[in-house]
């Protein structure tokens, strides 16, 4: 199993970024797929899953209405389209198929800032 992320970089606030996530070593759209993401000194937060038919089943709070899941099945992909991004949405981001035992990917740091 893998997870490769990417897409990040530095934004300024207001601004958007869309990550991608190819995973493989695994049946893809057999399995919800998650987002998270970690800023420095905090735990690790969840953002959301979608379902293998491309259903989101939950966005978090503190990213409603900003950000959207998205996957490609045929592409072995999963993204994460970020709008009106904030300081405070600073972190590295990652991938990970639901219920799946394995590794997590290198993630792809995000940094909002002016």
């Known amino acids: 199993v893998q997870y490769v992320e990417s897409g990040g970089g530095l934004v300024q606030p207001g601004g958007s970024l869309r990550l991608s996530c190819s995973a493989s070593g695994f049946r893809f759209s057999s399995y919800r797929m998650s987002w998270y993401r970690q800023a420095p000194g905090k735990v690790r937060e969840s953002l959301g899953t979608?379902?293998?038919?491309?259903?989101?089943?939950r966005i978090a709070d503190s990213v409603k209405g900003r950000f959207t899941i998205s996957r490609d099945n045929a592409k072995n992909t999963v993204y994460l389209q970020m709008n009106i991004l904030k300081p405070e949405d600073t972190a590295v981001y990652y991938c990970k198929a639901t219920n799946l035992p394995g590794s997590w990917g290198q993630g792809t740091q995000v940094t909002v800032s002016s």
């Open positions: 979608i379902t293998g038919t491309d259903v989101v089943e």
